[in-house]
């Protein structure tokens, strides 16, 4: 009986720790096969026979102690110690009433070109076809309201 708990609790402890290589996160998959080892060697040192096999059970679980203890310290270096690289979220003030195309339809929400640069933006009004001349209306931070310039002319005509 003793046999096919260790045997499950290994598979466990196997099949937990390769879920932690292939779906890295913060290390709970590991901590659990580290329990899991642990309890197989418990569960085999509870069980054991001969006193040969308690001690190879206690220096086992010691050893996996310890490298539970390392692994952790020095995860926990590896996600602290990371640098993140990006850039700063600007404003897009500087955008207001400049005039550019629409680099793709907007309905409300597509792409236009400003300067040979690229910002997302949201249509006021009516959809504005990919290569249509647009304006800037209004800026809020990081949204970027546009409208065409053909509909602009339209409303000074009237």
Do not use: N
């Not at 086992?60 to 979220?89: C, H, M, N, P, S």
């Not at 309905?107 to 300067?115: D, F, L, M, N």
């Amino acid at each position: 009986m003793a046999v096919e708990w260790i045997v499950g609790l290994v598979l466990v402890g196997i099949i937990l720790a390769v879920i932690e290589v292939f779906i890295p996160g913060i290390g709970a998959f590991a901590i659990l096969s580290l329990i899991s080892f642990s309890a197989a060697i418990i569960v085999m040192i509870m069980g054991a026979e001969s006193m040969s096999v308690v001690i190879v059970g206690i220096v086992l679980l010691i050893t996996l102690i310890t490298t539970g203890i390392f692994l952790l310290r020095k995860a926990k270096t590896v996600y602290l110690e990371t640098d993140v690289q990006g850039k700063v979220a600007e404003s897009l003030e500087h955008l207001l009433h400049q005039e550019g195309i629409a680099y793709s339809v907007l309905r409300p929400g597509g792409t236009i070109e400003i300067a040979g640069e690229l910002y997302d933006a949201i249509a006021i009004g009516t959809i504005i076809e990919k290569g249509e001349k647009i304006k800037v209306i209004r800026v809020d931070y990081r949204k970027i309201f546009v409208r065409s310039v053909k509909d602009l002319e339209k409303k000074e005509v009237e």
